[in-house]
């Protein structure tokens, strides 16, 4: 005779959760507090039992049940987002910046829609269709002409909202069981039809650029052509960066002075002979201070702060301790004395690059960013170790794919980054012949 099969009870009780079958499913339903909780958990008994012994124990310690969320407002989870990323991953200004633009993309759809959702009601794909039609004005100026966001933006919005939303999951602002709404939108795989074509150049256009520069902007823009540096980490180096003897230049952190490197990271680039030779005349007779200065303090006004890292770190915290100051203010304040040190403005080598962009025939080329596109595609066509190019351009390391553990094991050797940067840049001679004249121009003074 079979045995006979236990029959499963149609209700049981794990502490504090009661566990029910209703509708050809079990349920779970508890109190958190005086809120009754009912939650439809599947068909299988067993799992609906494991997950009730999990909700009493969280009962019992007073932690939040596995089940439960807190609804929040987009506008508040928004500023519990960006206060994440200010006060506990302490990212970078720049990058606060760009959240807050991002999300507020965010803020304005949800104020369009006849009844404000809540963070967890917000409908990804007409968020989507929303950002398709908005307008903005690419310089942030209220009077300049406007234009819809291009599919970079776009994309670039969704991620920043992708991260949003993964906060609000970890913190429980979304139903149990709910995926990441912008995560389920296929934002990698989106067609980018309008973005900006980015200006790559070939030794010929190269040299017609600087052989139109004059000294100063020679100086700015042959650097930026054969170090592979981000404006910003141009405009920031000191004269103790560099080792002209030994040929190297350090891009370092300068946390007290209110700047760091993009990715955190320090790295050394080997210098040309020549580029070295051109970091010498614009250091001239100074032994401290800011390497590049602006144009009439490179002609010989009198700097408003002269002194070495130490003398401007101590002015930096003499101006913060006058006033209680927020990050933001913080580097404004550090902005200051950048200034008063003679330092560059981005902005200036942006007007310059233009300025001889036009000049040379290529007046599409608008962006300084792109002697770091060339430099790196320099690098490539000589076949220079993708370790060796990672390093050099101050890259972090893929989290999926790329090198891998190999990156981890492998210790690149100075003398081999040198060889192949060197070896890679030497296949453009004639800016390098253009640098040698600019060099012998200065020390003769003419």
């Not at 052989?211 to 100086?219: E, K, L, N, T, Y």
């Not at 823009?221 to 003897?245: M, N, Q, W």
Request: glycine share 4%.
């Amino acid at each position: 005779m079979a045995a006979r099969r236990k029959k499963v009870p149609d209700r049981l009780r794990v502490g504090r959760v009661s566990v029910y079958f209703h509708h050809a499913a079990w349920w779970v339903y508890y109190r958190e507090g005086t809120k009754p909780v009912r939650r439809r958990i599947g068909e299988d008994c067993d799992a609906a039992e494991r997950i009730a012994a999990q909700i009493n124990a969280q009962l019992a310690n007073n932690a939040p049940s596995l089940l439960s969320f807190r609804p929040i407002e987009v506008t508040d989870l928004r500023d519990q987002f960006l206060q994440h990323h200010e006060h506990i991953l302490k990212s970078s200004i720049a990058t606060i910046r760009r959240y807050r633009s991002a999300t507020q993309h965010l803020i304005e759809f949800a104020a369009s829609r006849s009844r404000t959702p809540r963070a967890h009601e917000v409908q990804a794909e007409a968020f989507v269709l929303y950002l398709r039609t908005v307008e903005i004005a690419p310089n942030g100026h209220p009077n300049a002409n406007k234009r819809r966001l291009r599919d970079k933006g776009v994309q670039f919005i969704l991620e920043t909202c992708r991260a949003l939303y993964g906060y609000a999951g970890k913190r429980r602002h979304l139903p149990p069981y709910a995926p990441n709404p912008i995560a389920e939108l296929p934002i990698d795989r989106m067609k980018i039809d309008d973005a900006k074509p980015i200006f790559v150049f070939d030794e010929n256009s190269e040299f017609e650029f600087l052989r139109r520069a004059d000294r100063w902007a020679f100086s700015v823009h042959f650097v930026l052509a054969k170090t592979g540096l981000r404006p910003g980490e141009l405009i920031h180096l000191l004269i103790d960066d560099i080792d002209l003897s030994g040929r190297w230049l350090r891009v370092s952190n300068k946390a007290a002075l209110g700047w760091s490197v993009k990715t955190r990271d320090e790295r050394m680039v080997p210098l040309l002979p020549e580029v070295a030779e051109v970091l010498r005349t614009v250091k001239g007779d100074r032994d401290t201070g800011v390497l590049f200065l602006r144009r009439r303090f490179a002609a010989g006004d009198q700097l408003p702060l002269m002194g070495d890292r130490r003398d401007m770190e101590r002015v930096c915290a003499e101006r913060r301790s006058a006033v209680p100051s927020t990050r933001d203010q913080e580097a404004s304040i550090a902005r200051t004395v950048w200034r008063d040190a003679g330092a560059l403005k981005a902005d200036s080598i942006r007007a310059s690059f233009i300025r001889l962009a036009r000049t040379a025939g290529i007046p599409h080329a608008t962006c300084p960013k792109s002697w770091r596109h060339s430099f790196a595609t320099l690098l490539q066509d000589a076949n220079v170790d993708p370790l060796v190019r990672q390093i050099t351009l101050g890259h972090r390391p893929a989290s999926r794919g790329g090198l891998g553990m190999t990156a981890h094991y492998t210790h690149t050797r100075p003398e081999t980054q040198r060889e192949q940067v060197e070896a890679a840049l030497r296949r453009w001679s004639r800016s390098l012949v253009l640098a040698r004249h600019h060099c012998m121009e200065a020390e003769h003074g003419s």
